[in-house]
């Protein structure tokens, strides 16, 4: 669970349609995994071109150098989580202004995603959702009602 949360991850209720519009100046991309294969390089790629396109990069120093790979890494986590625990991915949503980006990955998997406790950091496997907790400053589940499955989120901050 995210330590910026007052509440566990999946404890939060689906947002209300109205918020399903994109608020204005918010960038979307929307990335389908239907049918397709290799789907955390595919993840990666169609990122890195948000962020190219977002001027994300080509990184103009370490800080967001930095940014830029934390949010590919937590990508790769996201979605991997969802090919090994969830039957796959369905869609990946990356939204950004300029404080934040949101990463979305839907899934039809009934299980809930949390850090393994007690972590162990020695031992293989069993890190993502510790990594996501450590580099997004929030990240949570909603679930909508009466639809199987889930949207694992994760919010990491623009470099400054």
Not at 9 to 30: K, N
Not at 78 to 102: F, M, W, Y
Request: contains cysteine; negative net charge; glycine residues 10%.
């Amino acid at each position: 669970m995210s330590t910026t949360r007052p509440y566990p991850p999946g404890d939060r209720d689906p947002e209300p349609e109205a918020a399903a519009e994109v608020p204005q100046g918010r960038q979307v991309r929307r990335l389908s995994f239907d049918g397709e294969s290799a789907v955390v390089p595919l993840a990666r790629d169609f990122t890195r071109q948000a962020l190219y396109a977002w001027g994300w990069l080509p990184a103009a120093g370490a800080d967001q150098r930095a940014a830029a790979e934390d949010v590919l890494l937590v990508v790769s986590e996201l979605v991997t989580n969802a090919c090994l625990h969830a039957e796959g991915p369905d869609q990946l949503q990356i939204s950004c202004d300029r404080k934040v980006i949101r990463l979305e990955v839907s899934d039809k998997g009934a299980g809930q995603p949390a850090p393994r406790s007690p972590h162990r950091a020695g031992r293989p496997g069993g890190h993502g959702m510790f990594i996501v907790q450590r580099l997004c400053l929030d990240w949570g589940v909603v679930r909508s009602p009466g639809e199987t499955g889930k949207t694992v989120w994760a919010e990491l901050g623009a470099p400054a």
